[in-house]
């Protein structure tokens, strides 16, 4: 993937380079272009728990391309704070992102940038409540959809939607609740320091 060059319908021609990083959840793959963020995967390397040889939880970088610098950058420094600061309002901006399935006017699209804009660390959504505020309540199983093709996981928070009974959910296909677990007691955590 790294240096490829790839072309999306409606788009211009950009090269993909991909940054790993090793955080709390395991070993994290950033892949975008000049443009901005294309993709995030949690690879699920390593249990949560068993990451927790460090009195604060980190994200390191483990592997860059030469040149990796601008959205990428960007989104390292975004990922860095996540894991390893206090969250506060004046945290560090947000990548661009450069995905198709977060440009254009799709009802995924609005349920993404819902989330982005509207859940606030710290804070849950259910996936009924997400649904009314992107525009249709009856589209429950849609804003599911929409939580499962998120190309950015982490910076566009679907970890916080959860069920309308309080339970937390299904997070990428039912092989990471424990990262959404994770995810959900660290930002409380974090949010009460």
């Known amino acids: 993937m790294d240096g490829r060059a790839t072309r999306k319908q409606g788009e211009s021609q950009c090269t993909q380079k991909t940054i790993s990083l090793l955080s709390p959840l395991g070993k994290i793959r950033v892949s975008g272009c000049e443009n901005g963020v ?52 004046g945290g560090p ?17 609005r349920v993404l940038r819902t989330l982005l804009t509207e859940v606030k660390f710290g804070e849950t959504v259910s996936y009924k409540r997400l649904a009314e505020m992107a525009g249709n309540p009856r589209a429950v199983r ?12 982490l910076l566009i928070p679907c970890h916080r939607v959860i069920t309308s009974s309080g339970q937390s959910g299904s997070y990428m296909g039912g092989k990471g609740n424990h990262l959404k677990q994770w995810l959900l007691s660290h930002e409380r955590l974090r949010g009460d320091g």
Request: proline content about 11%; hydrophobic content about 35%; some cysteine.
């Open 93 to 109: 901006p947000l990548p661009a992102f450069h995905h198709p399935a977060l440009q254009g006017d799709t009802f995924s699209g």
């Open 142 to 153: 849609a804003v599911g959809g929409a939580m499962r093709r998120n190309p950015v996981p």
């Open 38 to 89: 294309h993709t995030i995967q949690i690879l699920m390397d390593v249990a949560p728990a068993e990451r927790h040889d460090e009195p604060r939880p980190s994200c390191v970088v483990s592997e860059s391309p030469g040149g990796a610098g601008g959205e990428l950058q960007r989104c390292v420094e975004w990922l860095r704070a996540y894991f390893g600061e206090l969250q506060t309002a």
